[in-house]
């Protein structure tokens, strides 16, 4: 079983999270398992504070080491043969993608230290983490969020978290473009039909117009994709 640890000053935000739908039944089904470590719980400081201002001045408030070397050490007890990777979401990290979540889906041991303000100390960056990674170009208030979002992205891909009938095998990106367009009943809605060929029952033709509705969304909407798309093709 894989298990998925988070460092964090709000474990709870964190835990609405993995506590419904697939992410929740993957851990009842024993595939995973997710494990807190409110950041709170591991400060050396008599106020118990976990974050201080940065050296050499400047805005903001930065996550003290200390508070996350102590929570690391916890989740490294009894189980030093562990190989782990440590992730730190942050907007200057290698950005996500379904390669970096398939690599990812293969580890046993994954921490996440979310961090917050201006970020964490930099010697926690140094000796701990294994994995820096952005969702994006974009700034959220916390880790906890982008955590979500890269696990939500690697537990999905895990063998048996899916059923069949939501496997991530046609998912966009897997074969370098979008995914098709998807209907369901009723076939007429507020007088918008569901496209013919969907309807016929013949599967060649049904294949035919989902490869092409790929084909021309990636054409449409991610011009990067379509030109990688074409070159591989013509290989
Ligand atoms: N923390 C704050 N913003 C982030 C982002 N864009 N990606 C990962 N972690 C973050």
Redesign the pocket.
Not at 88 to 91: A, D, N, R, V
Not at 137 to 143: A, C, K
């Given at each position: 079983m894989k298990t998925i640890y988070f460092i964090s000053p709000f474990c709870n935000l964190i835990k609405c999270f993995t506590s419904v739908s697939i992410l929740d039944r993957a851990e009842k089904k024993k595939i995973v398992k997710y494990e807190y470590y409110n950041l709170f719980d591991f400060s050396d400081d008599s106020n118990n504070r976990i974050d201080d201002y940065p050296y050499g001045g400047g805005d903001g408030m930065v996550l003290r080491a200390n508070p996350i070397f102590n929570a690391f050490d916890k989740i490294k007890n009894n189980r030093s043969k562990k190989k782990f990777r440590v992730i730190?979401?942050?907007?200057d990290?290698e950005k996500?993608d379904l390669n970096l979540s398939k690599k990812l889906a293969l580890e046993d041991n994954i921490v996440f230290i979310c961090?917050h303000y201006k970020?964490i100390d930099q010697r926690v960056r140094d000796t701990i983490v294994t994995d820096e990674?952005?969702?994006?170009?974009?700034?959220?208030?916390?880790?906890e969020?982008?955590?979500c979002?890269?696990i939500d992205s690697i537990v999905r891909l895990i063998p048996g978290v899916l059923n069949t009938i939501e496997s991530a095998e046609t998912d966009s990106f897997n074969d370098g473009l979008l995914d098709t367009d998807y209907y369901t009943r009723p076939d007429t809605i507020r007088g918008l039909k569901v496209p013919e060929v969907l309807v016929s029952g013949n599967h060649k033709e049904i294949k035919k117009w989902r490869e092409e509705r790929k084909v021309e969304k990636t054409k449409l909407k991610r011009s990067d994709l379509y030109i990688n798309y074409i070159k591989n093709k013509k290989k």
């Open positions: 730190y979401p942050t907007p990290g996500l961090g970020g990674i952005s969702i994006g170009d974009y700034i959220l208030t916390g880790g969020l982008p955590s979002i890269i």
